[in-house]
T-cell receptor
Framework: NAGVTQTPKFQVLKTGQSMTLQCAQDMNHNSMYWYRQDPGMGLRLIYYSASEGTTDKGEVPNGYNVSRLNKREFSLRLESAAPSQTSVYFC????????????FGSGTRLTVV | AQKITQTQPGMFVQEKEAVTLDCTYDTSDPSYGLFWYKQPSSGEMIFLIYQGSYDQQNATEGRYSLNFQKARKSANLVISASQLGDSAMYFCAMSNSSASKIIFGSGTRLSIRP
């Protein structure tokens, strides 16, 4: 089925470890996004990529880096994980002007101990 | 800067009753879009309804309707004839004029009582 695929679904890291969250979409969308969702809160935008080759900071970019590898893939990297980065991470994609919003992945639940 | 506010952290409603979830927004862009998403306990984000800032009529999708009051900057979601399966978190969201990104409110947890 077409959609947004995130890997891994679950991850536990120790403070200071690094990791990369992977995201791929097969809908030929130009725009891709990374959000984090903390318990009882809405989604906050970390980084987004309006098109292949471009990336921009969102509301909460500190502690993260991103790479738009190609049109399909948008990865999120934590260089030195901190407990404050414990969260559920959602990747999404869209086409500009798309009236049904974004297509979301199923999320990655990350715990930093 | 854009901002979305949802003032109801949680709501309880009797099955088959209608329910209104509140959402107010702030933006200086003349062109924007408003969305509602549902997040059940399984965690996925489900798109419900969209309203464009220039749309003259309120959006409707089945049992969902969006009560858009532009002058008051409100975009309330109305669910008619609520069902047990409507129990979930509901997020109001807004896109900017270029539709390049969406920001979300803090959400309302809706619980439907049998």
């Amino acid at each position: 089925n077409a959609g947004v695929t995130q890997t891994p679904k679950f991850q536990v890291l120790k403070t200071g470890q690094s990791m990369t969250l992977q995201c791929a979409q097969d809908m030929n969308h130009n725009s891709m996004y990374w959000y984090r969702q903390d318990p009882g809160m809405g989604l906050r935008l970390i980084y987004y990529s309006a098109s292949e080759g471009t990336t921009d900071k969102g509301e909460v970019p500190n502690g993260y880096n991103v790479s738009r590898l190609n049109k399909r893939e948008f990865s999120l990297r934590l260089e030195s994980a901190a407990p404050s980065q414990t969260s559920v991470y959602f990747c999404a994609s869209s086409e500009a002007g798309q009236v049904d919003g974004y297509t979301f992945g199923s999320g990655t639940r990350l715990t930093v101990v | 800067a854009q901002k979305i506010t949802q003032t109801q952290p949680g709501m309880f409603v009797q099955e088959k009753e209608a329910v209104t979830l509140d959402c107010t927004y702030d933006t200086s862009d003349p062109s924007y879009g408003l969305f509602w998403y549902k997040q059940p306990s399984s965690g996925e984000m489900i798109f419900l309804i969209y309203q464009g800032s220039y749309d003259q009529q309120n959006a409707t999708e089945g049992r969902y309707s969006l009560n858009f009051q532009k002058a008051r900057k409100s975009a309330n979601l109305v669910i008619s004839a609520s069902q047990l399966g409507d129990s979930a978190m509901y997020f109001c969201a807004m896109s900017n004029s270029s539709a390049s990104k969406i920001i979300f409110g803090s959400g309302t947890r809706l619980s439907i009582r049998p």
